[in-house]
């Protein structure tokens, strides 16, 4: 187990649905009364990733992608089931997730650093890095809630990628780059997995799940499939 860097087994996850938004308030006026139907976002998906491994996880929009990949880094709760993570984890998952919009992009860099696990003095060190591959400009002294979405994924993907992770958690925020920082940041990821970083990459573009990753995941309506390699 100790060669396992993430452990998924039996996870299942479901959402209420409401149909208006006055049946949520009908629900605590008459408890008794069920106002939502239920919906299985994950049914009973179990995977082991092996330290170092790239898996590319693809499916349809709704598949149930982006839910496993919140219950691995700890932001969602499986509604059943179990998930092991060994090793610091960064990830790059909803579009200025966790950067605070009144903050500037330099202070944006040092609160999640320190979320990450970094000292202000490992932040500091790595800063002149961060801020060269963002390469946002003036920007970075201006509050988050100016940037477009293009300066928020390349601060934050610079972000992440600088705190050595162990494991690296890649959602499809990386989409509205332009062709020039995508292949960057594709270039970065490359030399984290040379490193022995383990790394779960989500995207709808198959020839770079084949580039980059060792197998893929298939979701298709919360259910999982395995392929050994992205090409089968």
Do not use: W
């Not at 780059?177 to 779960?200: M, P, V, W, Y």
């Amino acid at each position: 187990m100790e060669d396992i860097a993430i452990s998924v087994r039996n996870i299942a996850k479901s959402f209420r649905r409401y149909d208006r938004p006055s049946d949520r308030l009908k629900e605590l006026l008459l408890p008794n009364r069920q106002q939502y139907r239920e919906f299985q976002a994950l049914r009973d998906v179990s995977i082991e990733i092996p330290r170092g491994q790239t898996l590319g996880i693809v499916g349809r929009n709704g598949s149930g992608k982006s839910t496993l990949l919140q219950i691995i880094v700890g932001t969602l709760q499986p509604s059943s089931g179990q998930t092991q993570v060994r090793g610091r984890i960064s990830a790059l998952l909803e579009l200025g997730s966790g950067f605070n919009p009144e903050f500037t992009g330099r202070q944006n860099v040092f609160f999640n650093g320190q979320i990450l696990g970094l000292s202000r003095a490992q932040i500091e060190d790595r800063f002149d890095d961060i801020a060269a591959f963002a390469d946002i400009g003036d920007f970075l002294d201006q509050p988050a809630k100016t940037y477009s979405s293009g300066m928020f994924v390349r601060l934050a993907f610079a972000v992440a990628t600088s705190v050595d992770p162990d494991i690296l958690v890649v959602d499809e925020a990386l989409a509205v780059g332009d062709e020039a920082f995508q292949r960057k940041c594709f270039s970065r990821i490359e030399s984290l997995q040379a490193r022995g970083c383990t790394t779960l990459f989500v995207s709808h573009a198959a020839s770079k799940v084949v580039e980059l990753c060792d197998r893929a995941l298939l979701l298709d309506h919360g259910e999982a499939i395995i392929t050994h390699h992205p090409n089968l």
